[in-house]
């Protein structure tokens, strides 16, 4: 079935340092890419999506790149500062008319030190 | 804007017990997910509602896990009888547009331990 694979599992910078987590998809017909952050107690929430047409975008501090023929994708955080630690996941899915459903990774908690 | 809501927050039960988790979307959404989420783990959809309508319910457990949306809107996830592996933060979601093309709105999740 559908696998999302999720590298590393614990990530650990310096503040104003980068940080990348790698992401790898087993479903050749996905379509969309989002990563999610959730913090202590909290449910996940959105920080930036990518489809499958656009091989990069940026928001900010933040970027993702998607590579298809590979079927990876990686978050990027520049400039890292204390509140962006949290656990971070990626999600793949098809389209809804492919019946699909958003398979997570496993998350990388990130840890940001001031 | 109201975000969606669930309760309770917390619950213990006994195993082979039954519990029960309420979520409330936000207003407007027509899709509403149930998802587990084991300790250390990414969430896993249980069940996926169009409206009031089941989408996706491959990965529930139906022998033991059930779950209804009346009218569309307010959704329940019972779990009976409860074993150990259910241990886990349940967590709805919802989201406005095509299902799982755009961005799912999380609650704070009901963290369910079965002794």
């Known amino acids: 079935g559908e696998n999302v694979e999720q590298h590393p599992s614990t990530l650990s910078v310096q503040e104003g340092d980068s940080a990348v987590i790698k992401c790898t998809y087993s479903d050749s017909a996905s379509n969309y890419f989002p990563w999610y952050k959730q913090e202590l107690g909290k449910g996940p929430q959105l920080i930036i999506d990518i489809r499958s047409n656009v091989g990069e975008k940026k928001d900010q501090r933040i970027a993702v790149t998607l590579n298809k023929t590979a079927k990876h994708f990686s978050l990027h955080i520049t400039e890292t500062q204390p509140e962006d630690s949290a656990v971070y996941f990626c999600?793949?899915?098809?389209?809804?008319?492919?019946?699909?459903?958003?398979?997570f990774g496993q998350g990388t908690e990130l840890s940001v030190k001031p | 804007e109201a975000g969606v809501a669930q309760s309770p927050r917390y619950k213990i039960i006994e195993k082979r017990q039954s519990v029960a988790f309420w979520c409330n979307p936000i207003s407007g959404h027509a899709t509403l997910y149930w998802y587990q989420q084991i300790l250390g783990q990414g969430p896993k959809l249980l069940i996926q509602f169009q409206n009031n309508g089941v989408v996706d319910d491959s990965q529930l457990p139906k022998d033991r896990f059930s779950a209804e949306r009346l009218k569309g809107v307010d959704s329940t996830l019972k779990i009976q009888p409860a074993k150990l592996e259910d241990s886990a933060v349940y967590l709805c979601?919802?989201?406005?547009?095509?299902?799982?093309?755009?961005?799912?709105?999380f609650g704070e999740g009901s963290r369910l331990t079965v002794l």
């Open positions: 979601a919802s989201s406005f547009g095509t299902p799982n093309t755009g961005e799912l709105f």
């Open positions: 999600a793949a899915s098809r389209g809804y008319n492919q019946g699909g459903k958003l398979i």
